[in-house]
């Protein structure tokens, strides 16, 4: 594995992982691992093809294979795992794998409720030139800027609206961690084509997105569930084994809500000790 970015946000305590969601990168913990900090010891990590991670996903389990590489380069042995998003499913897979024995998983909105067909369905969706181009109207994925251009993008993201209620300071900070430098100018990670290489095929294989993943899940798993998150309106879907935390917050909760969400994991490392 390329090593990846990594902020290590220091302190010293539980050890805790954290994994963001598709199109963010390790920037978007910097609040949440602020209430974190000093009493655990805390890493947020650039999933491939995202944020200063050089490396590009070749097939679909790649980016959450990365993780087991990173909880082995950090000497770790049984970390708490929190991921965002598809982060959620990241932590999911890799411990479902059994490449990591974490403590404890903590999933903020990141989950997979659809039974494999469905899943495999909704997947293939994902694969088309329209999905492609609506990503990059959406999200200015692989987009690519002179310096002036990224300084006037990065700018405006405080005014994206998936970004309403956080602080604008973040908002930028995000933004300028998803560009690397590019020829001669600045490419904004990540591409389109990551986006489509982490889809998943189903091969038969015992960790695919689906709602089954979760029956090889044996560690204390807390959800955290937006009452305007991705999952809300599917909260009996959720398996009976995760202990939910709710919040009055969308899907961008690890930004606008931090203090919750530090809460959440704060107390699952205490209870799991």
């Known amino acids: 594995m390329t090593e990846p970015g990594l902020i290590d946000y220091g302190g010293d305590g539980p050890q805790v992982l954290l994994v963001h969601g598709s199109g963010h990168n390790a920037a978007v913990w910097s609040a949440v691992a602020g209430f974190l900090v000093p009493g655990h010891r805390v890493v947020a990590v650039d999933l491939r093809g995202h944020g200063q991670n050089r490396a590009d996903s070749q097939t679909p389990e790649q980016y959450w294979r990365d993780l087991a590489d990173v909880v082995a380069a950090l000497g770790w042995r049984r970390p708490l795992l929190a991921g965002h998003s598809t982060g959620g499913y990241a932590v999911t897979a890799v411990t479902a ?16 409720l659809d039974d494999r067909a469905t899943a495999r369905e909704q997947l293939a969706g994902f694969l088309t030139e329209e999905s492609a181009a609506e990503l990059e109207r959406m999200f200015g994925y692989g987009l690519r800027f002179d310096a002036a251009g990224m300084r006037a993008w990065i700018a405006r993201q405080p005014a994206h609206p998936l970004n309403a209620g956080a602080d604008p300071e973040l908002a930028r ?18 591409t389109t084509a990551e986006i489509t290489a982490t889809i998943a095929t189903d091969t038969g294989a015992a960790v695919f ?12 798993l807390t959800v955290v569930l937006p009452s305007q998150g991705f999952y809300a309106a599917r909260r009996g879907d959720i398996p009976a084994k995760a202990r939910l935390a709710e919040v009055e917050a969308g899907h961008n909760v690890v930004m606008t809500h931090p203090a919750f969400v530090a809460g959440v994991i704060r107390d699952l490392a205490g209870q799991v000790g």
Do not use: H, K, N, W
């Open 97 to 112: 794998a059994g490449l990591v024995t974490p403590s404890a998983l903590c999933v903020v909105d990141g989950l997979v």
């Open 173 to 190: 900070a995000v933004a300028a961690r998803s560009f690397v430098a590019d020829g001669d100018g600045f490419l904004r990670r990540p």
């Open 209 to 220: 997105p689906s709602v089954d993943v979760y029956e090889r899940i044996t560690c204390p």
